[in-house]
């Protein structure tokens, strides 16, 4: 089994930062998560969930355009973690952000299986 467990979600002042962490784990070898693309979405109340941005395992990055300038991923590949930091937060920022990680691996015994975590909670307020 794959787990995904996102933390560092908190209150945070409009216009404040914040980062966030992700921390893959399984519970055999055969998932290698060197070899998972890996990305964040985050999901306001009542609205769909939405891509931050990702990092594909061969270390291309994407980040949505409308948030490139705030916001930045990284990735270490020996602790099999997974961050995205976050500036100048706005109000509008406040949801609810979780961890993805996509088998991307032809050769991977679950190739093409998607897992998430629960979810870690950022609230921007006044």
């Known amino acids: 089994q794959v787990r995904l467990v996102e933390s560092g979600g908190d209150v945070v002042e409009l216009g404040g930062s914040l980062e966030v962490a992700c921390q893959a784990s399984?519970?055999?070898?055969?998932?290698?998560?060197?070899?998972?693309?890996m990305a964040w979405y985050r999901q306001i109340p009542g609205k769909q969930r939405e891509l931050i941005g990702k990092i594909a395992r061969d270390g291309e990055m994407v980040i949505e355009e409308s948030m490139k300038d705030r916001f930045t991923l990284s990735r270490d590949k020996t602790t099999n973690t997974f961050s995205l930091g976050m500036t100048r937060l706005r109000l509008e920022d406040t949801a609810t952000y979780f961890c993805?990680?996509?088998?991307?691996?032809?050769?991977?015994?679950?190739?093409?299986?998607?897992?998430w975590g629960v979810g870690t909670l950022v609230t921007v307020a006044k």
């Open positions: 399984a519970d055999d070898i055969t998932h290698i998560f060197p070899l998972y693309d």
């Open positions: 993805n990680a996509r088998s991307s691996w032809s050769l991977a015994v679950d190739y093409g299986e998607e897992y």
